[in-house]
């Protein structure tokens, strides 16, 4: 079994503190326990082996969760930092930043939609960074509120939805 409960330590540096999501894919919230970085919160991320998938639906996952750490190598200023990718139990686990924030999708749900000045803002900086994707040879599908996080008058990247290469020629 995956040490991914509160208090376990995964790979070394990073503290499992509490489980924050257990839909397609397990994401707990971690701690960096290296003495220089020491309280730096990160998002551990692994593919969700509680729900019943076939075959072919935990393979596909397992490549999503690769085809992510691809992604958020390309350093983009609205993509959190890759800063692991390790396998246990032949499982992969993904480690990135923490984007501190409120879901766009949970703004509007406690706040209502924002002004139309913000809003076309936020499209402004969602569509800048999917082209900065589509120049890169990826499509990022299934996009939806819950996939990025404001703060500050800024987005960032939280979720992938499911990410697809694609040949630009």
């Known amino acids: 079994m995956m040490p991914l409960a509160p208090g376990e330590t995964l790979a070394g540096p990073w503290q499992i503190q509490q489980l924050v999501s257990d839909h397609t894919y397990l994401l707990f919230s971690a701690v960096d326990t ?15 082996h509680g729900k019943s998938l076939s075959p072919e639906q935990a393979r596909a996952l397992k490549r999503n969760l690769s085809r992510q750490l691809t992604c958020l190598s390309l350093r983009h200023y609205y993509l959190p930092e890759p800063l692991d990718y390790v396998t246990v139990d032949d499982e992969p686990v993904l480690v990135y930043t923490y984007s501190p924030g409120i879901s766009l999708l949970k703004h509007v749900c406690d706040q209502g939609p924002f002004s139309p000045a913000i809003a076309l803002h936020i499209i402004r900086q969602i569509a800048d960074f999917l082209h900065f994707l589509h120049d890169e040879g990826w499509l990022f599908l299934g996009i939806n509120p819950a996939h990025f996080v404001w703060k500050e008058g800024t987005f960032r990247v939280v979720g992938f939805g499911n990410l697809l290469p694609f040949d630009r020629r």
């Open 34 to 48: 290296k003495k220089s970085l020491e309280g730096r919160l990160v998002v551990v991320k692994a593919t969700n």
